[in-house]
Nanobody
């Protein structure tokens, strides 16, 4: 099992940018597809973005397409989420997830390992 630690959250004004990082433990990071999810108060957790094992394929929710970019550095055991043009509706706790099966890139996470989350707050 992989352990995940997110960082990079914070308070930003609408239109601003943040970059989230998710550091993974272990030597098998490249065998996991990775995903980012978010959960706003009173709402269910939702898929944001996913990236394949090698990083060659990326996937996005329609709500963030064109504004967010997911990437990974397998040498550093880290996945990133660059968030630009942030909106108040992006306010949520953001979680990264690791999945050997790969379905996380489609927002399906039945056997994922999860991080503890990082808060992103976008003020209007």
């Amino acid at each position: 099992q992989v352990q995940l630690v997110e960082s990079g959250g914070g308070l930003v004004q609408a239109g601003g940018s943040l970059r989230l990082s998710c550091a993974a433990s272990g030597r098998t990071f490249s065998s996991y597809a990775m995903g980012w999810f978010r959960q706003a108060p009173g709402k269910e957790r939702e898929f944001v973005a996913g990236i394949s094992w090698s990083g060659g394929s990326t996937y996005y929710a329609d709500s963030v397409k064109g504004r967010f970019t997911v990437s990974r550095d397998n040498a550093k055991n880290t996945v990133y989420l660059q968030m630009n043009s942030l909106k108040p509706e992006d306010t949520a706790v953001y979680y990264c997830a690791a999945d050997r099966r790969g379905t996380v890139v489609a927002g399906v996470c039945t056997e994922c390992s999860w991080g503890q989350g990082t808060q992103v707050t976008v003020s209007s």
